[in-house]
């Protein structure tokens, strides 16, 4: 069996490594350069590598060569190493502040995820929680957050939304976060119920 892995964003910090053979690691450029490059890899192992390189072809014949130029110079240089270092530290620290924060000041029925890589995290509420009015009461208060339907095929998924923690900076991240918190603790006091189980995620920015 063969599998495929993607890293879309900047990892947190390193995790454990391939399987050989078994694993087509995919990656991208976009987001942790330049995100108009549109220049992505592949790691391959084993016989799949002809069969990739062929539908590649059958696609689009080749990306930008000038493109490619860019990102072989900027990874020659050694500047790539220390660009995705830096971008690891900086997101770990956001990721913590918004943690903290989060502990801070949700209401105790929420749960959350601690997540190993990327920028988002999530949030679990209660299924009857009114998350359309608490989004536009959050829009009025300049914190804005998406359901979670919305990152599945036809909105069909459970009900959740996702936390970026990394554009914001830390002051951002606690005052967008002590509102979100305002909000749920707003509505918690006379409706929240934790019987229901189900999820809702939160994408916060300021």
């Known amino acids: 069996m063969a599998l495929a892995t993607n890293r879309l964003h900047p990892q947190v910090w390193k995790t454990g490594a391939l399987a050989r053979s078994l694993v087509t690691y995919v990656g991208t450029f976009s987001k942790t350069l330049i995100p108009g490059l549109r220049v992505g890899y592949?790691?391959?192992?084993?016989?799949?590598?002809?069969?990739?390189?062929?539908?590649?072809?059958?696609?689009?014949?080749?990306?930008?060569?000038?493109?490619?130029?860019?990102?072989?110079?900027?990874?020659?240089?050694?500047?790539?190493?220390?660009?995705?270092?830096?971008?690891?530290?900086?997101?770990?620290?956001?990721?913590?502040?918004?943690?903290?924060?989060?502990?801070?000041?949700?209401?105790q029925e929420a749960t959350w995820t601690v997540p190993q890589g990327g920028l988002f995290l999530w949030v679990q509420l209660p299924d009857n929680v009114p998350i359309e009015a608490i989004r536009y009461q959050a829009m009025a208060e300049n914190v804005l957050f998406a359901s979670g339907s919305?990152?599945?095929?036809?909105?069909?998924?459970?009900?959740a939304m996702r936390l970026s923690f990394s554009n914001p900076s830390e002051s951002e991240i606690d005052l967008g976060i002590s509102i979100l918190g305002k909000l749920l603790k707003n509505y918690s006091s006379s409706h929240l119920h934790t019987s229901s189980g189900k999820e809702m995620a939160l994408l916060c920015s300021s």
């Open 150 to 159: 919305v990152f599945f095929p036809n909105k069909q998924g459970y009900p």
């Open 42 to 107: 592949m790691v391959v192992t084993g016989k799949h590598i002809r069969a990739l390189i062929e539908r590649k072809l059958l696609q689009d014949i080749q990306t930008s060569s000038v493109s490619q130029a860019i990102v072989s110079e900027y990874l020659a240089s050694g500047h790539y190493r220390r660009h995705r270092k830096r971008l690891q530290t900086e997101n770990l620290i956001s990721r913590n502040v918004m943690l903290q924060a989060i502990e801070r000041y949700f209401p």
